[in-house]
Each structure stands twice: as C-alpha cells, then as structure tokens.
C-alpha cells in the first residue's frame, strides 16, 4: 500500500479515515445502539445495574425503588411522563426487574435511544 491511500484508524469510539471524521454515541461505540418498538414496546440497550422506581422519579427513599435492572439490551413495556433527569427529558420507561420481577419505571437516560420517547412505543 502506498501512503497516500486511505488510512483508517479507530480510537475510542472515534474514526478517522482519509478526511472524514465519524463520531459515534456511547451507545454506539459499545455496539449497543439497535432499539427498535414492535406492539408498542420497546427493545432496546441499556445501562445495566440500575435501580426501578415505584413512580417515575427518582427518590432518596430505598423503598421507592423496587427491583433492579441487570439485563442489557431489555424490553420496556411502555413510555410515561415524570420526573426530569440528567438526559435533558422527563420520558421513563417502564419494565420488569431481573431480581424479583417487580414492574418499574427507568430514567430514559439509562436507556441507549437516539429519541425519547422512542418512535412507536405505546404511552403507558
């Protein structure tokens, strides 16, 4: 190969090649970035080891949270209006935990969407 061809390098979620420039999401980077909705809910990564609330907002009270989402990519049944959060929205979905099966609600920004709520998914 001569020097002048194209070279492609990958750092840390960043790509170079020739005079372009991608730059993926974090999401992306750890491959994770296929949500899609079917029926109205939706499949989707996440982060995993995050707690599910009672109501959809985050709380100081150890009982409000009812299970724990370990799993990654989840289902989440559907989408509610609640709390504000760190992903610059208020949208929480609500799923299933892996530890005791409770229903509970997960901060959209544990979840690996481009858009909130996620095209397609049913309103709970």
């Not at 996440?46 to 989402?69: C, F, I, M």
């Not at 799993?71 to 049944?77: K, L």
């Not at 609640?82 to 992903?87: A, I, L, N, Y």
Request: with cysteine.
């Amino acid at each position: 190969m001569r020097l002048h061809t194209k070279i492609a390098m990958a750092v840390g979620g960043l790509a170079l090649a020739g005079t372009s420039l991608l730059v993926t999401t974090p999401a992306q980077a750890q491959g994770q970035s296929s949500c899609y909705a079917k029926s109205g809910h939706l499949y989707c990564g996440n982060k995993a080891g995050v707690s599910l609330w009672r109501s959809p907002r985050y709380s100081e009270h150890d009982q409000d949270a009812v299970d724990t989402l370990n799993s990654n990519p989840s289902y989440f049944q559907c989408y509610v209006s609640g709390q504000k959060h760190g992903g610059g929205n208020n949208i929480w979905y609500r799923t299933y935990g892996d530890v005791s099966k409770r229903t509970g609600y997960v901060a959209a920004e544990s979840v690996y969407t481009w858009k909130d709520p996620f095209p397609g998914v049913a309103h709970c």
